[in-house]
């Protein structure tokens, strides 16, 4: 904290447990869902214009878990924004989203993301307001107990994809109330994939 402007970043949400296990071929929300893990629900008017706040504030998003398609490649995808109705699979206003990605065969996986969203039109009442996004996922081969090799990145070495809406922003709308959320897909349950996310990270900025 510098004590130029008083501003400071700020921690505003820790997820406290793993998220359920996503297994289906269907949009699964992947963070809080349950009374003990609840989903995060941004706090009204923190993208308003209120004592300097309001466009340039921001919030950076970060998380990861473990993955595992054990006997056969499957496709996966993932996606983060907010959401309208708590524990909905199918995001209303996406900040990111990979598209649909082939994974390679491992129990021994882990991924991880951050993303930065800011606001770059506050918006007033019910008139909309516009958030600029811009992150990545990583997804790659882990544990203690897995062997990675060096110089073939897309097999068994980490590999990064960039989302994020950087060119056209994603409209809000002030006087509604959003829950902040993690969904994933399978193309298919053939080989038992699965997908959890064990850490969930919300910062003010």
Not at 131 to 137: F, K
Not at 177 to 184: M, P
Request: hydrophobic share 40%; net charge neutral.
């Amino acid at each position: 904290m510098s004590f130029y402007t008083g501003n400071q970043v700020e921690c505003l949400y820790a997820m406290p447990a793993s998220g359920v296990a996503v297994t289906a071929a269907a949009a699964t929300v992947m963070s809080g869902t349950t009374a003990a893990n609840p989903a995060y629900q941004l706090p009204t008017g923190f993208f308003a214009q209120q004592m300097g706040s309001g466009a340039s504030r921001s919030l950076l998003i970060k998380g990861g878990g473990w993955w595992s398609t054990a006997t056969a490649a499957r496709t996966t995808n993932f996606q983060i924004g907010l959401n309208t109705t708590v524990n909905t699979g199918a995001i209303a206003l996406l900040f990111g989203k990979t598209g649909t990605l082939t994974t390679v065969v491992t129990t021994n996986a882990a991924f991880d993301f951050e993303v930065l969203v800011t606001c770059t039109t506050p918006g007033q009442s019910a008139t909309a307001g516009t958030l600029n996004a811009v992150g990545w996922v990583e997804y790659g081969i882990a544990n203690n107990a897995a062997t990675g090799t060096l110089g073939t990145y897309s097999s068994n070495n980490a590999s990064r994809f960039m989302i994020g809406t950087p060119q056209t922003g994603v409209a809000w709308v002030p006087t509604t109330q959003y829950w902040l959320e993690c969904s994933n897909t399978w193309d298919a349950t053939t080989n038992a994939p699965t997908i959890t996310l064990t850490n969930f990270m919300v910062f003010g900025i």
